[in-house]
């Protein structure tokens, strides 16, 4: 048994080789199926992967209350965008002075900049760094950690103290202190001195947004620092309790209406996101991606399955004369049938093999330019690897099948 296996395996491979260009043209277009399904796949867990690690270390009793609502603004049927107002810094000091749901904490934040320069003594970093005003929460809530020193306390916010906490690339070999403990080192930030007592975790980059290369100080100094009209605060709540998360929600809700003045029939003009509501909207955008894979794949290797097919029927008949000497020298129509079977395997598990190959290499390039966190794809393998299987089994049943029914007689006399 196994040695007619075997044997049916030498023969299909001396059959592949002696149709080298055929079957290389073949695993081609079985390999670009497999690459496009394996490569998007592989490329779009990777975005949900690093989607999931940033907004997770915010923590799931977390929500923001912000100026737009995380969907489109813009809306149908030739209606005018609406225009919600800025969060003044007014209104998120009434907020905090009036919000007193228990077990809860908030966050106020603006972010300055974006193109500021740091200096320390006689080095200077490019006009790059995002420097964010924020009160004592803001780590906390944002799910930030503090690798050396301490975090922003409530005396430095309530005393306007000069102290600074920095990013990671700060203190790399090619930062601003060359791989030196800046913590107790005084920096300088548009002309006003800062004492470093802090260094962040990294947390790398998101969608080209380096999350490393940024300066928080207390919200005061950075309001006068940066005066420019019409800033937008952020305000982000975090409930202690997951299971009062909708009730502090509500009563945040309330709370910011009042303090914009809105009568009961007038809808929010703010908005209001939690930390799992963004995943799960951007993972409903990224579902698209995925039927998008599978829609050019199965494209790809229905095209795919033909060519094998045509391949294998030529097979079968130019080799007519060696299917009629086998059978006259006892072969089986079964043994026929296998070893045209096992042809077309071998080639579509070459394809396939070379598509997952392709394909994990593509994703992994993707998500280093992007930044994503790569993990390896087994769920797309795995589909591919059946994918693969089930080509073969449909491309090679009928020129096995008709291989097999071939007579003998007939076939000895083909030229």
């Known amino acids: 048994m196994f040695g007619l296996l075997k044997e049916n395996i030498r023969i299909a491979f001396n059959s592949i080789k002696s149709q080298l260009l055929r079957t290389i043209l073949t695993v081609l277009i079985i390999a670009i199926g497999i690459t496009a399904l394996v490569g998007i796949l592989s490329a779009v867990a990777a975005l949900e992967n690093t989607i999931s690690s940033d907004f997770a270390s915010m923590g799931a009793n977390t929500f ?41 904490q908030t966050s106020v934040s603006f972010t300055g900049t974006g193109t500021a320069e740091v200096k320390y003594e006689n080095e ?39 102290v600074a906490v920095l990013g990671a690339d700060f203190v790399k070999e090619k930062g601003l202190f060359r791989g030196a403990d800046p913590i107790g080192k005084t920096i300088s930030v548009r002309g006003a001195k800062f004492r470093v007592v802090g260094v962040l975790e990294s947390k790398g980059s998101t969608f080209g947004n380096n999350q490393d290369l940024r300066v928080l100080i207390p919200i005061q100094m950075a309001r006068s620092l940066f005066t420019q009209p019409r800033i937008n605060y952020n305000l982000s709540v975090k409930v202690e309790n997951k299971e009062f998360l909708e009730t502090a929600q509500e009563e945040a809700i309330l709370t910011f209406r009042n303090i914009r003045k809105l009568n009961p029939v007038e809808e929010n003009n703010f908005g209001i996101e939690k930390s799992d509501d963004l995943i799960n909207r951007i993972f409903s955008i990224t579902s698209y991606l995925n039927i998008a894979a599978w829609i050019i794949s199965i494209i790809t290797i229905f095209g795919s399955s033909i060519a094998l097919m045509n391949i294998m029927l030529v097979s079968v008949t130019e080799r007519t004369r060696e299917i009629g000497v086998r059978k006259a020298l006892g072969a089986k129509s ?21 598509g997952i190959l392709l394909g994990i290499l593509i994703g992994f390039g993707v998500s280093a330019v992007a930044g994503f966190d790569f993990t390896t794809p087994w769920i797309a393998m795995l589909w591919a690897t059946a994918i693969t299987i089930l080509v073969a089994i449909l491309a090679g049943s009928y020129p096995a099948a008709k291989a097999a029914k071939q007579d003998p007689i007939e076939s000895l006399r083909y030229e």
């Open 124 to 162: 200077k970093t490019d006009p790059e760094v995002s420097v964010l005003g924020v009160n004592e929460n803001f780590l906390s809530n944002s799910g930030l950690n503090v690798e050396t020193g301490r975090e922003l306390n409530v005396f430095d916010i309530r005393n306007n103290s000069n």
């Open 334 to 354: 079964k043994t026929i049938a296998t070893q045209f079977f096992m042809e077309t395997l071998i080639i579509g598990q070459i394809g396939g093999i070379l």
């Open 64 to 104: 923001n209350i912000q100026r737009y609502e995380f969907s489109s603004q813009r809306r149908g049927g030739g209606e005018t965008e609406k225009i919600n107002p800025i969060i003044s810094y007014r209104e998120v000091r009434q907020f905090e002075q009036n919000y007193d749901y228990p077990y809860t």
